[in-house]
């Protein structure tokens, strides 16, 4: 059976779901997106990332063909069409075909594109040992030129982050924002465990404000943890007790190395543990 991927209400098999070259999404980066998971068949914070799609487009000018209503409709439509229980699921909104030029005004037709896919996962590995990871020398987007809160189709400060990390042997990579201060990894949040609390930094430090960050500091919340949003510095995350990072994709991942400095005792600790477990229960439980 051929993936089927919807594109502006229809579902269309992998190989022929297809956008025009002239969309702004693929000309510029201009369109917003989103990951999510489905679990058991149920998809994972939904409202909340619909949420955030929503205020991404409100951003941009861009308005969203379909109401949020249609767009969950679409969602369960694709999930089903591909017998999806656990997986992934991209939604895209694209600027539409246009001109050659920048102009949005010059275009028509935003593509609505949602694809639903079973999810490469981490390997077990990761989760056991933790990752090792280095801070790269892009920094994460300055929010008074485009806001890293803003889930945008262009990700290319993103990607070079990533493609230097990866230069470095790492999986993922620290970016630092125009201050100088901890921002987040290239598609992972970033939290620190010291003295028994978390640290994580604020989305004011020009970060993507992360479901599943937020979904950690509900957990460690309800588990009586303190959780201070506070600016971090490199020196911060060298001397932490316990680091790990959060996303859609990683969920909640224990890195061990940063810059080559062991993190605690260079073993995932009891805090990231006991929250990786939380959120296990939470989406398998
Ligand atoms: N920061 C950035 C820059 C991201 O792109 C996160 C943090 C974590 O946010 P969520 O809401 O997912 O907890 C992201 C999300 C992928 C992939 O395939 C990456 C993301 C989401 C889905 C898939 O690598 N990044």
């Known amino acids: 059976m051929s993936l089927k991927v919807y594109i502006n209400g229809t579902l269309y098999d992998k190989a022929d779901a297809k956008i025009s070259v ?33 205020e991404s487009a409100q951003a941009i000018w ?4 379909i109401s949020r209503d249609e ?6 439509e694709t999930l089903l069409a ?42 077990d590995e990761y989760y056991e040992n933790g990752l090792d990871i280095v801070t790269v020398a892009t920094q994460r987007n300055h929010p008074a030129a485009l806001d890293p809160r803003i889930k945008s189709l262009n990700y290319l400060n993103n990607i070079l982050a ?21 921002a987040e990894c290239t598609g992972d949040n970033i939290f620190l465990v010291r003295g028994g609390a978390l640290a994580t930094p604020p989305t004011t430090a020009g970060i993507l404000a992360g479901i599943t960050r937020g ?6 919340q309800g588990a009586g943890l303190a959780v201070h949003e506070d600016p971090l510095s490199r020196r911060d995350v ?42 296990r229960e939470l989406t398998r439980g």
């Not at 939604?91 to 935003?110: F, S, Y």
């Open 22 to 54: 002239y969309d702004h999404g693929l000309l510029y980066g201009d369109g917003v997106f989103e990951g999510i998971r489905s679990y058991g068949g149920r998809v994972f914070r939904l409202e909340q990332h619909l949420d955030r799609l929503w």
């Open 162 to 182: 990533k493609i230097e990390g990866l230069r470095a042997g790492c999986v993922e990579a620290l970016m630092l924002n125009h201050d100088g201060e901890v």
């Open 215 to 220: 979904v950690v500091i509900e957990l460690a």
């Open 71 to 76: 767009m969950t409709a679409a969602i369960n």
């Open 82 to 123: 591909n017998e999806i229980i656990d997986g992934y699921i991209r939604l895209i909104v694209t600027r539409g075909a246009g001109t050659l030029g920048l102009d949005p005004n010059k275009t028509a037709d935003p593509q609505v594109i949602v694809i639903a896919d079973t999810i490469a996962l981490y390997p």
């Open 62 to 65: 861009l308005e969203i063909p």
């Open 238 to 279: 060298y001397v932490a007790d316990e680091c790990f990072l959060t996303g859609t994709a990683a969920e909640v991942v224990p890195v061990v190395r940063i810059d080559d400095r062991v993190i605690g005792d260079g073993k995932p600790g009891p805090v990231t543990r006991d929250l990786m477990q939380r959120f």
